[in-house]
């Protein structure tokens, strides 16, 4: 345990941080052969990778002569901000992706026991955040857009190729198989782990956070710029309760963070920025993280510009392998962007108007508390807006085990504001309820439009084994994409086992799931 950073304080946590005492990041080694991994030679994926890579700086460097030349258009600036911050972003996930086809066995970037499901879910993340970075310059009105779209169509035409060239795998391991909500342990991690992986304990905090000024910080981005850029330890930040009125961003270079709150109803990180206000959808989070191995618990992450300010996030998130655990995200529309790369969410209430759960990451819900909420008059509430916008990509959201339900201002709405499970924001939109309730004041349909029959053929919904009144298949749209799942292997395919591949990284945050579909 030497490398950890001690101070006075303890905070009882489960055993978010004990794998820190490796001092390594969690790597699972690979059985690699270019054969089975890619659809063409490895020279060809390693020369295209790194001819998209040089585009994407070429690009960069165009985007950047924009920047701070529309000082006075703040909308625009942002834009602008986002595209630089979304395509540097793109270069990372891209030299990921490079680095693990190189050297394999390296562990410097190796995620889970995968290397094609880390591979398709960095590229795939690539692949977005091209539109992310169009659809900031919304409402402009500018030549800007029209200048920077055509290099960015170039770079995800390129991205799109590489994504096309890796094969998906099962995974290659003999651990990837474990039965459903089984606590059995992978085999990399080593037996002097095993007992504190199992048990609870008490781990000092790196640093306090306190509103009250009894920490070593009254502000969590204080105690952010602390932690190690690259960090390959977790470090833990422990807020204690208060209202943290600020903007956090916890960038690329700042990873395994864990942040430790007293209670979602406690420690709160509050905020208003909104598409009304003139920000991004993008940049309107209140909490914004990409640092990889993100871990929270027992925390607020709230947006509170309200209905009439539309698009405003709590929440965003772009840290692979991450873990929300025991947290509430609300707001009204937008309110969780769940922009990129694997997430876990793990007994969290998390509440919202219109698409309150949007986004293009490979995401997992499990247990939570999932609320529609009282927004502008004869509004739709829609609880998911996936983002996927290509066939291969891994994304989508799988809600398991959870309550879909609204919070009791809606329910005196005599049904003035219909709530929906979701419409396919893009083209191939993916998005599952298993084995959850749902309320009666979900509607029979069920889906929602986004347009017309824009995605109606080529989005995938599907429904298993939900139950309550909401549950009922029989009155649902007939869309050609919505299925009713009554195969058990079929749901499968979105369980946290195999759709996060769960069993090779969750077991070292020490956050309980379950791993198949077994309650």
């Known amino acids: ?230 960090n390959s330890r977790h470090y833990v930040i422990y807020v204690k309760k208060g209202i943290y009125r600020e903007y956090v961003e916890i960038s690329k270079k700042k990873t395994n963070i864990i942040m430790i709150g007293d209670g979602m109803d406690l420690t709160i990180i509050s905020g208003n920025h909104s598409f009304g206000d003139g920000w991004t959808t993008y940049r309107s989070a209140t909490f914004a993280v990409k640092g990889k191995g993100f871990i929270a618990r027992d925390m607020r992450f709230e947006n509170i510009a309200g209905p009439e300010k539309h698009q405003a996030v709590a929440f965003r998130s772009d840290s692979d392998l991450s873990v929300i655990f025991r947290c509430a995200i609300t707001g009204y529309q937008d309110t969780l962007y769940a922009h990129s790369m694997r997430q876990f969410y793990r007994e969290c209430l998390i509440s919202g108007t219109v698409d309150f759960i949007f986004g293009d990451g490979v995401v997992v819900f499990q247990n939570c508390q999932i609320l529609a909420r009282k927004g502008l008059h004869n509004q739709k509430n829609t609880i998911t807006a996936q983002g996927r916008k290509e066939p291969t990509q891994p994304s989508g959201f799988s809600i398991q085990f959870s309550n879909i339900s609204v919070e009791p201002d809606l329910i005196v709405s005599n049904g003035s504001m219909p709530t929906y499970l979701g419409r396919p924001w893009k083209l191939y939109s993916r998005t599952i309820f298993m084995q959850s309730y749902m309320s009666p004041l979900i509607q029979t349909k069920g889906w929602l439009e986004w347009n017309g029959d824009f995605a109606l053929d080529t989005l995938y919904y599907a429904e298993y084994m ?10 649902r749209v007939n869309w050609p994409g919505l299925h009713a799942i009554n195969d058990s292997s079929q749901a499968n395919n979105f369980t946290v086992s195999e759709f996060l591949l769960g069993n090779s990284w969750l077991p070292s945050t020490g956050v309980k799931y379950t791993a198949g579909l077994m309650g």
């Open 466 to 475: 939900n139950y309550g009144p909401g549950a009922a298949l029989g009155g």
């Open 1 to 230: 345990m030497a490398c950890l950073l001690r101070n006075k304080n303890i905070v009882p946590i489960l055993v978010l941080v004990l794998v820190s005492s490796l001092c390594t990041p969690i790597s699972a080694s690979y059985n690699y052969r270019s054969d089975e991994l890619l659809k063409v030679t490895r020279s060809v994926f390693v020369d295209s990778l790194t001819s998209t890579i040089q585009t994407v700086r070429d690009v960069i460097s165009v985007v950047s002569k924009f920047s701070g030349t529309f000082g006075t258009n703040f909308r625009l600036s942002n834009a602008i901000a986002d595209c630089l911050d979304l395509l540097d972003f793109t270069t990372d996930q891209l030299t990921w992706t490079l680095s693990a086809s190189q050297t394999p066995t390296s562990g410097k970037y190796n995620s889970t026991s995968n290397m094609g499901a880390d591979m398709r879910t960095w590229l795939g993340g690539a692949l977005g955040n091209q539109d992310t970075c169009m659809e900031g310059f919304e409402g402009t009105n500018s030549v800007v857009k029209t200048l920077v779209s055509g290099s960015l169509d170039q770079v995800t035409s390129l991205v799109r190729e590489v994504l096309g060239m890796v094969n998906e795998l099962q995974a290659l391991t003999d651990h990837h198989q474990i039965p459903s909500g089984s606590r059995k342990l992978p085999r990399w991690v080593k037996p002097n782990v095993r007992k504190l992986l199992q048990a609870n304990y008490n781990v000092a905090a790196d640093v306090v956070v306190a509103a009250d000024g009894s920490g070593n910080f009254t502000r969590v981005m204080d105690a952010i710029a602390l932690v190690p850029d690259y």
